[in-house]
């Protein structure tokens, strides 16, 4: 990802954090040159000095095979904002786009069916809806076990994390000022979620 200095997460943790906020992603590989994509949830998980994403394909799903010993990426991003160049001190500007993304880069391997699949599912369950676990838990056993055996669990231990906060860290005091201020009004979550970010970086 194309990331000036400017742009860049200060560091991993706040990265992770975003992971971890917004974290319905696109995983991406590629079939013989052709790129694939799926759309998931994931826990983002710290283990000692690695990062670990974890999830889970629909067994059904081509790309639950495609990852198995291949590089993938992993795109986490949410709010985004068009910013008018309405915003700036001179006429002779044009509109641009403010964002956050991380784009997670590393191996995938599939978790056995069984034990490491029901573990996973119960961390997931707990961690989008704590109070579905007890309802899931009190399921048939047969019910659960047909429910795991159509998905293919997985962890990617990441060795590359890009972060990129287009914020216009580039414009003036002023300029930022205003962008914040348009920003914060509208009806529009994802641009009042905008403005809050840049607002933490004053």
Same mark, same amino acid.
């Given at each position: ?8 997460? /200060?560091?991993?943790? +706040? ?15 590629? %079939? ?5 994509? =799926?759309?998931? /949830?994931?826990?983002? +998980? ?7 994403? !974890?999830? @889970?394909?629909?067994?059904?799903? /081509? ?17 985004? *904002?068009?910013? $008018? ?6 006429? =002779?500007?044009? /509109?641009?786009?403010?964002?956050? *993304?991380? @784009?997670?880069?590393?191996?995938? $391997?599939?978790?056995? +069916? ?26 048939? %056993? %047969? ?16 060795? %590359? ?5 287009? !914020? $216009? ?12 201020? =348009? ?20």
């Amino acid at each position: 990802m194309y990331i000036p200095a400017f742009n860049k997460f /200060p560091d991993q943790q +706040e990265a992770v954090s975003f992971m971890q906020r917004y974290s319905f992603a696109t995983i991406i590989t590629a %079939d013989h040159d052709v790129p694939v994509a =799926t759309h998931l /949830p994931f826990l983002i +998980e710290q283990h000692d000095d690695k990062l670990v994403l !974890l999830s @889970h394909f629909a067994k059904a799903n /081509p790309q639950a095979l495609a990852i198995i010993n291949k590089p993938v990426l992993v795109i986490f991003t949410e709010p985004h *904002a068009y910013v $008018s160049p309405s915003n700036y001190e001179k006429e =002779t500007n044009v /509109p641009t786009w403010n964002y956050l *993304a991380v @784009h997670a880069y590393g191996k995938a $391997s599939l978790l056995a +069916e069984g034990n490491e699949t029901a573990e996973l599912l119960a961390k997931m369950i707990n961690n989008y809806e704590a109070g579905y676990l007890q309802q899931w838990d009190n399921l048939p %056993d %047969d019910y659960k076990q047909k429910m795991m055996k159509g998905i293919v669990a997985f962890e990617i231990v990441v060795d %590359d994390l890009q972060g990129k906060q287009k !914020l $216009s860290q580039n414009r003036s005091v002023l300029e930022r000022e205003n962008i914040i201020n =348009t920003l914060s009004k509208s009806e529009d979550s994802a641009e009042s979620e905008i403005a809050k970010y840049m607002s933490k970086l004053k």
